[in-house]
């Protein structure tokens, strides 16, 4: 089941182009740049000075800050009365953690990074693919031609 609220994905300059294109696949989903070159260097107080345009335009049910942000988001949250939780450290993993987000969200931390809690998923979603791939033609084949022109095989010859 997906999260059905809208989620406010808060990053720095250098992160913003790649956050947008991975975040325009779910349509909840909103990008906002603070005034940061690294996300890794947000801080609750940085958050706390821009938050509140965010939070008018957006209307977020859950804010999202970088996993490498520093800090603890626990008092800035409650003071906006909107969760706001560390995401992954990684935005590769980001996707990973939107798709996921409605189940993992009561485990998100406004303190730690939500890559341990999306490892599972993480792997899950992996071995999915890995299965996915298995089961295309290519590996249904029985035998195999090397680059040399060698057949291998169950019935090669």
């Given at each position: 089941m997906n999260f059905q609220g809208t989620v406010l994905l808060l990053t720095g300059r250098m992160a913003y182009d790649g956050l947008e294109r991975m975040a325009s696949g779910f349509d909840n989903v909103q990008v906002e740049k603070l005034p940061i070159s690294v996300a890794a260097f947000t801080t609750p107080r940085l958050v706390s000075r821009h938050i509140s345009n965010f939070v008018e335009k957006h209307?977020?049910?859950?804010?999202?800050?970088?996993?490498?942000?520093?800090?603890?988001?626990?008092?800035?949250?409650?003071?906006?009365?909107?969760?706001?939780?560390?995401?992954?450290?990684?935005?590769?993993?980001?996707?990973?953690?939107?798709?996921?987000?409605?189940?993992v969200l009561p485990l998100l931390s406004g303190k730690e990074p939500a890559d341990a809690t999306i490892?599972?998923?993480?792997?899950?979603?992996l071995q999915n693919r890995i299965n996915q791939i298995e089961d295309e033609d290519v590996f249904g084949m029985r035998n195999f031609r090397l680059r040399s022109g060698l057949s291998i095989g169950l019935s090669s010859s």
């Open positions: 209307k977020p049910d859950v804010i999202l800050v970088s996993g490498l942000a520093n800090g603890d988001y626990s008092r800035l949250s409650e003071e906006i009365g909107v969760p706001i939780k560390k995401g992954s450290r990684y935005l590769s993993a980001v996707p990973i953690l939107l798709r996921n987000l409605h189940d490892k599972s998923k993480i792997h899950e979603e």
